[in-house]
């Protein structure tokens, strides 16, 4: 049985979502569907999983037509979905998130509740993530609750599953736990919708693309027959050869950041941090190694425990206090928008944000907004527009491009480019070079990407168990992806 889309289109309001968009996933296959950020790829997920009804065409699931269009109609032909702005409750345990509008509910409670925690707990293992049933969701790291959303959409066994962005914070070893769930379902004559900026990873799962270009299909065919060029030129984006490569030598000379004894977890020996001005340093490792209590202290997001202190161009930072940190001069982007996004107010006021929590700082004015999205080719209808308007990406975009109008001597991104296409993180990349070489701004980075480390970095620290493992530098030509994986891989090893 196939899953065929014929001739849909979708709009909203006075936005053409899709046009007449058809193709079609035989069993066993998982085709990859790609474009830019606001091509339209979250639309054809949610078309296909019933949660949105096309404006016009049809969904076919073998002879049956998904009609009327409904979660539920989707759920019974055999359609799961993840989806990319996650579909978790927060505040509930993940085991039941996992089984909750699967297994019988009375008034909101479990009938059988020891049944549907063992069926929980068993899913979840498969994802590895069996000793965090009973956690709540909202303790989880942002990988983690990927892997739930695929627990979640997998419990229901469907024949065709629809993945959309899942992987886009995930590390590698966590997308190894996803391939191998893919490969037995496409194995068992399943099929998939593959969505991903990652093109080694469409290169890896995927046999056939579909690719999307302002919600028009720009080409259908077999993946290994067209290049990754090709691909992100049909997407509208410039080809990265193109884009000027700013990377000037990097002489370490002032120091910008002074971290003294910053232990991660509290069984860690205490660790020192210097960040020179004009330099971008990447925090690499496993997950969860003490990357996110490191970044979060310098953005004023986690209280100082045992006496860390920070200088900030030579002045102390008030840590523990995000807006007395920002007024001194640091800029945070997370990789987790719920925490800072609000979704249904217009795109100015989350821009705006920052400078009206700050005393003192002039507000940037519509045309300054305007330069400032333009500059990552920002897809929006007018800066009046609710930010849950965008797609994923073009809302991350919003993010970048608020903590570089900041014009801050730090800058703290957090998987800054998660969900961000491949012409628009070379853009990102060319941005944060520029802050860093032109302004002497100094720039800490994490990525769930070991790609995107060794590309933008001039230095990259590995943590393991919340120590510092490697440093690698590019000046000595130790940066590369190989180098960053085989550091932890090798200390895992050794453990
Ligand atoms: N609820 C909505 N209201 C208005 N416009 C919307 C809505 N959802 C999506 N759109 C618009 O539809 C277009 C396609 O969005 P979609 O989310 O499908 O893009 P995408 O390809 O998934 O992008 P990304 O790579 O950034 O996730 C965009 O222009 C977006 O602004
Ligand atoms: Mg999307």
Request: proline fraction near 4%; include cysteine; charge should be neutral.
């Amino acid at each position: 049985m196939s899953l065929v889309f014929e001739k849909i289109s979708k709009s909203f309001g006075p936005v053409r979502a899709l046009e007449d968009v058809s193709f079609e996933v035989r069993p066993g296959e998982c085709r990859a569907l790609y474009g830019g950020n606001g091509s339209g790829k979250s639309t054809v997920a949610k078309i296909a999983s019933g949660t949105f009804a096309a404006t016009a065409g049809r969904v076919m699931i073998g002879n049956t037509a998904l009609a009327p269009a409904s979660p539920a109609t989707a759920r019974n032909l055999g359609v799961g979905i993840t989806f990319q702005e996650l579909s978790l409750i927060p505040d509930l345990s993940v085991g039941d998130n996992v089984v909750i509008g699967s297994v019988p509910t009375r008034y909101g409670l479990f009938q059988n509740r020891s049944k549907a925690r063992e069926m929980a707990r068993a899913e979840l293992e498969k994802v590895k993530l069996g000793h965090l049933a009973d956690w709540r969701v909202d303790a989880l790291q942002t990988g983690e609750k990927y892997l739930v959303e695929l627990a979640k959409a997998m419990f229901l066994k469907p024949k065709f599953l629809i993945i959309d962005e899942l992987t886009a914070t995930m590390h590698a070893s966590e997308v190894g736990i996803f391939a191998g769930l893919l490969d037995a379902h496409l194995k068992s004559g399943g099929s998939a919708v593959f969505v991903s900026h990652r093109l080694p990873e469409l290169r890896r799962f995927c046999s056939t693309i579909s690719v999307l270009r302002n919600g028009r299909l720009v080409f259908d065919g077999v993946l290994s027959e067209v290049s990754d060029k090709d691909l992100v030129v049909w997407a509208g984006g410039d080809d990265a050869s193109e884009v000027p490569e700013l990377r000037l030598p990097h002489a370490q000379s002032t120091t910008m950041v002074e971290l003294r004894q910053l232990r991660p977890f509290h069984w860690s020996k205490p660790m020192d941090l210097t960040l020179y001005k004009g330099e971008i340093v990447g925090i690499g490792g496993l997950p969860d190694q003490g990357q996110k209590p490191l970044l979060r202290l310098l953005a004023g997001l986690a209280p100082p425990k045992n006496g860390e202190t920070v200088t900030l161009d030579s002045e102390e930072l008030p840590v523990g206090s995000a807006v007395a940190v920002a007024q001194k001069g640091v800029a945070f982007v997370t990789g987790d928008r719920d925490e800072v996004v609000f979704v249904r107010r217009p795109i100015r006021e989350n821009m705006l944000a920052p400078f009206l929590a700050m005393r003192g700082r002039k507000l940037p004015d519509d045309q300054t907004l305007i330069a400032a999205l333009a500059q990552l080719s920002t897809r929006y209808s007018s800066l009046d527009a609710p930010m849950n308007s965008l797609s994923g990406g073009n809302q991350q975009k919003i993010l970048i491009a608020r903590c570089l109008l900041l014009n801050p001597k730090l800058i703290v991104a957090e998987d800054s480019t998660k969900g961000i296409d491949v012409s628009a993180r070379n853009d990102v990349h060319h941005l944060l070079r520029e802050m860093a070489h032109r302004q002497d701004a100094s720039v800490i980075v994490t990525s769930s990407d070991d790609l995107e480390l060794a590309e933008l970095c001039d230095r990259v620290l590995v943590m393991e168990n919340g120590a510092v493992i490697a440093d690698l530098r590019r000046a000595e030509g130790r940066l590369t992806t190989e180098a960053i994986v085989s550091s932890y891989m090798r200390q895992k090893k050794a453990a």
